[in-house]
C-alpha cells in the first residue's frame, strides 16, 4: 500500500539556521503531498501542498517540491525562527485515503 | 465558524467499557475522517465517510464503529476498549474527496484505556 517515510527527529537548529526535512513516498497512483504541522496540544494544521509532480508549495517561508523521478517532497525553509519548533508531518492522499509520516520534531534555539 | 470540534478531550475508560467520541464541523465538508496518533507511528486513518449515509474502512479500522446521519456530525464508537486503543483521537474534515482535499483537524481527544 501506499506509505510515506520522513527523516526522523529530533531536529534541533539555532535560530536562522537552514531547515530541511526529508520526505519520500511510495505510491501506486497519483497522489498529492502535504506538509502538515502541530504545535503542543494542538491538532494538525495544513502548511503547504502539491497536487501534481514538479508543483511548488510554499507558506510562511517554508517551501517542497512534489518530485515524481525521486518520490520525495523535501521540507525547506532557509530561515528558521523559535516559533516554528512543532512536530512536522509529510502526509500524501491517494482517493479517499491519507497517509502520514512518523513526523519530525523540530526545536529551533535562540 | 467554530471549525471541527471535538469531545471530550480527555477520557479514561476500564477494558471493556464502550464510549463514543464525537465530532462535528461547520462548514459544509462532505469528506469527514478519523485518526489515531500514536508515538513514532503518525496518523493512522481508522474510518472515513465521503457524505452522509456512506463510511468506510481506513487503515486500522478493527474494534471501532461510525456512522454519518448528518453531514455535520461524525462519532466514532469503541465497542469494548482494549488497552490497546490508548491513543490521541483526530477527527479531520475536508470539502473535497480524492486526492486535492486539504484536512482541516480538531483538537484531538486523548483516550487512556487502564
Known amino acids: 500500500g501506499d506509505s510515506v517515510t520522513q527523516m526522523e527527529g529530533p531536529v534541533t537548529l539555532s535560530e536562522e539556521a537552514f531547515l530541511t526535512i526529508n520526505c519520500t513516498y511510495t505510491?501506486?497512483?497519483?497522489?498529492?503531498l502535504f506538509w502538515y504541522v502541530q504545535y503542543p496540544g494542538e491538532g494538525l494544521q495544513l502548511l503547504l501542498k502539491?497536487?501534481?509532480?514538479?508543483d511548488k508549495g510554499s507558506n510562511k517561508g517554508f517551501e517542497a517540491t512534489y518530485r515524481k523521478e525521486t518520490t520525495s517532497f523535501h521540507l525547506e525553509k532557509g530561515s528558521v525562527q523559535v516559533s516554528d519548533s512543532a512536530v512536522y508531518f509529510c502526509?500524501?492522499?491517494?482517493?479517499?485515503?491519507?497517509?502520514f509520516g512518523a513526523g519530525t520534531r523540530l526545536t529551533v534555539k535562540p | 465558524n467554530a471549525g471541527v470540534t471535538q469531545t471530550p478531550k480527555f477520557q479514561v475508560l476500564k477494558t471493556g467499557q464502550s464510549m463514543t467520541l464525537q465530532c462535528a464541523q461547520d462548514?459544509?465538508?462532505?469528506?469527514m475522517s478519523w485518526y489515531r496518533q500514536d508515538p513514532g507511528m503518525g496518523l493512522r486513518l481508522i474510518h472515513y465517510?465521503?457524505?452522509?449515509?456512506?463510511?468506510d474502512q481506513g487503515e486500522v479500522p478493527n474494534g471501532y464503529n461510525v456512522s454519518r446521519s448528518t453531514t455535520e456530525d461524525f462519532p466514532l464508537r469503541l465497542l469494548s476498549a482494549a488497552p490497546s486503543q490508548t491513543s490521541v483521537y483526530f477527527c479531520a474534515s475536508s470539502y473535497a474527496q480524492g486526492a486535492f482535499g486539504e484536512q482541516y483537524f480538531g483538537p484531538g481527544t486523548r483516550l487512556t484505556v487502564t
Open positions: 502526509a500524501l492522499r491517494s482517493n479517499n485515503d491519507m497517509r
Open positions: 505510491a501506486t497512483g497519483y497522489p498529492s
Open positions: 502539491a497536487t501534481k509532480a514538479d
Open positions: 462548514m459544509n465538508h462532505e469528506y
Open positions: 465517510s465521503v457524505g452522509a449515509g456512506i463510511t
